[in-house]
């Protein structure tokens, strides 16, 4: 990944305010960094807000001042702020998006608004936690906040969170659940908290949580992920709202729900980019976002025609047909956009199914009993639901797992198709098992017969009606389900096939279920609908984006280099199937502030043969900060097995100061599975 080209002169001279704090309402302190125009208290300029928990000082400092400096440089005060019990901020942090994170966002709101230095208005920007606490807070309405950017976040963090997916438990809620884990493990730094650190620290520990467990007590859509979900009311939201992600992000759905349900001014944006902002997206072409940033804020907290009005509403990276790849430096396509959405220019076609044939518009298949039983190791080669593009974590060759599922292929195109938005599957279908999953991936086949998985969805069968109310099967009892995959935007070659894949599982993106299923799918009265969209000579008249552009990096040296990568290993001994993710980032050195900071995560996903009761994940964990005369690290181990009834954690919480162990925890727990 190139980093965006560095510009030093700006409209406004700024300064950097390291740690400035905001008081809230109980008397607590977050801990901001700010930075602003120096003349600001005699030339006031709008407040921008980026508030998550991932430590300013040191974790996110790099990337902070690249973008932060930037935009104040543009006339705005940039406002960096650690939530509650993160980073050097007062207090513990227990969970995402609780009501005092919301609280403590408007209170954060109203003082920015009253500083001398701000015109009065305040902007919020954010990527994941930033972008759903950003659409969260603007359906609170503060007064003063008159736009936000979220990227990379959901409306509904039930339908499309890393927790769960049609209803499936992801893998990914172990991983996450691991990373807050390790993160609110970590202290304050005493040159910025003084003495009190240790007990700031000791408290976090003891207090911080298992968050794991609380996710796994809520396995359907029951109140707690209603809480925080702008979907439950999307009139609450009435400030402009521009929505960015990227098709390898795992948030791009969220995009065109907001388009379509939103009253206010909006825009969408999507790219090629994994869970990464626009200026240093990858897969590539990165774009000048922080110019983009800039033309927004001006519009809507500066009155100034930047002629955002003049926009489409939706603007996408229409992708075009490459080979299958577990890693992507640059994705070839183009820009297209759309007016509107949802759009009139995107019309569904439906394609009946056959005995391995995804049929012409318009024809019908024979009557046909197709049954489906996949191996559980299906999805080895799935990649991560939500690529942070730090290894090779995007779908592999699908061919590696199209033998184990049922799989119904098009003719050779005669002409180009352009798919974009949501590709869905209606299937009819019996099982033999009350419980049961049901996997399907969309595929670009190329006349070398190598699958490139375009898209996919999952459903919890058992959710079929409701994400509320799940209810079993009844075994042998046909049922028309609906699934929809991911949002897309792909182009393919005339001469490529389309493959649709089924299967009964999708192992370790989505936990399995309790026992092996056999489906039994009758294509006849099932379909797959395209949403077709027809070429628009628009989209060759589209503004440029100009190229990625940032602020100068804060000095940081390498001090041991780390490490990515996927590996799946094969134990043919023992049968055993193995997955280990290596994310490794070393050690780097922030110079501003004499600190070395560790950052390693490990994880494993593995099963044994067809037992569908060996699923395994386990993670590890360590981070560390150090300087001369401070050092601390901690270890967070946590593992996730189940029984047909029930998951089980185990995880243990270590922490170090100076080399000797000041604090351990340990947690061995069981809490029943729902439906899943």
């Known amino acids: 990944m190139s980093a965006p080209a560095v510009r ?33 208290e005699s030339d006031p300029v709008p407040a921008v807000l980026e508030y998550i928990p991932y430590r300013r000082r040191d974790f996110t400092r790099a990337r902070d001042s690249v973008m932060h400096a930037y935009v104040a440089g543009h006339g705005y005060a940039c406002v960096r702020v650690d939530l509650r019990g993160s980073g050097d901020s007062d207090g513990v942090l227990r969970d995402e998006y609780l009501e005092q994170e919301l609280q403590d966002g408007c209170d954060v709101i109203e003082w920015l608004a009253a500083q001398p230095w701000c015109s009065g208005t305040v902007g919020m920007i954010g990527i994941s936690w930033g972008g759903f606490n950003g659409l969260q807070i603007a359906a609170r309405q503060p007064p003063a906040l008159g736009a936000i950017i979220t990227a990379c976040s959901t409306d509904d963090r039930y339908a499309d969170d890393i927790h769960h997916m049609g209803g499936c438990l992801l893998g990914d809620n172990l991983s996450w659940a691991s990373v807050m884990f390790s993160y609110t493990s970590l202290p304050p730094d005493p040159q910025v908290v003084g003495a009190r650190w240790r007990d700031m620290w000791t408290e976090r520990l003891e207090r911080s949580g298992l968050w794991l467990e609380t996710w796994l007590r809520h396995q359907r859509r029951d109140a707690y992920w209603r809480h925080g979900s702008v979907c439950e009311d999307y009139a609450a939201v009435r400030c402009p709202v521009m929505a960015v992600s990227g098709w390898a992000d795992g948030y791009s759905n969220a995009v065109f729900r907001l388009l379509a349900n939103l009253d206010g001014p909006r825009q969408g944006l999507i790219g090629p980019w994994s869970h990464k902002y626009p200026h240093i997206g990858v897969p590539g072409p990165a774009i000048g976002f922080l110019q983009e940033c800039v033309r927004w804020w001006d519009h809507w907290l500066k009155g100034i025609d930047a002629g955002v009005d003049d926009d489409p509403m939706l603007r996408v990276w229409m992708q075009d047909s490459v080979p299958p790849s577990a890693r992507y430096a640059h994705r070839p396509g183009r820009w297209v956009a759309e007016p509107d959405w949802p759009s009139s220019n995107v019309r569904t076609v439906r394609r009946g199914l056959g005995p391995g044939a995804i049929l012409a518009e318009g024809d019908t298949g024979p009557e046909a009993d197709l049954p489906i039983q996949s191996p559980l190791t299906l999805g080895l080669f799935a990649g991560k639901w939500c690529s942070y593009a730090a290894g090779p974590d995007l779908a592999h060759d699908q061919r590696q797992e199209d033998g184990g599922a049922l799989i119904f292929d098009s003719a050779p195109l005669d002409a180009p198709l352009e798919i974009l938005g949501r590709v869905c599957v209606e299937l009819t279908l019996s099982s033999d098992r009350p419980l049961a999953m049901v996997a399907v991936r969309l595929s670009d086949v190329a006349p070398d017969d190598k699958a490139t998985r375009v ?61 092996p299923v056999r489906l039994t799918i009758h294509p006849r009265q099932s379909a797959l609908d395209l949403p077709v969209r027809a070429p628009r000579p628009a989209d060759d008249g589209l503004r440029a984006f100009g190229p990625p552009e940032g602020a100068a990096p804060t000095p940081r040296r390498v001090v041991e280099t780390g490490h990515h990568n996927w590996l799946v290993h094969r134990d043919l001994a023992r049968d055993l199937s193995t997955l280990e993710v290596i994310n490794d980032n070393g ?17 494993w996903y593995s099963a044994q043969g067809d037992d569908f009761l060996s699923p395994r994940g386990e993670t590890r964990l360590l981070r560390g900060l150090k300087r001369d005369d401070w050092a601390v690290r901690t270890e967070a181990r946590t593992v996730l097995t189940s029984t047909p009834a029930e998951f089980r954690i185990s995880a243990d919480l270590d922490a170090w100061e100076d080399g000797n162990r000041v604090f351990c925890r340990s947690w061995n727990l069981s809490l029943p599975r729902d439906f899943v």
Not at 20 to 33: E, H, N, S, Y
């Open 587 to 603: 050690i780097l050195h922030l110079d501003e502030i004499d600190l070395d900071v560790e950052n390693r995560a490990f994880e």
């Open 455 to 515: 898209t996919y969805g999952m459903l919890n069968l058992t959710h079929r009606t409701s994400r509320q109310h799940p209810e079993p099967l009844e075994p042998g009892k046909r049922y028309t389900v609906r699934i929809g995959m991911n949002d897309i935007a792909q182009s393919f070659p005339a001469g490529h096939r389309l493959r649709l894949a089924v299967s009964t599982s999708y192992w370790p993106l989505a936990w399995p279920s309790p026992a």
């Open 8 to 40: 030093t002169a700006f409209p406004r001279a700024i300064r950097d305010r390291e740690t400035v704090w905001i008081p809230m309402r109980d008397g607590a302190r977050l801990a901001a960094r700010i930075w602003l125009p120096e003349d600001a």
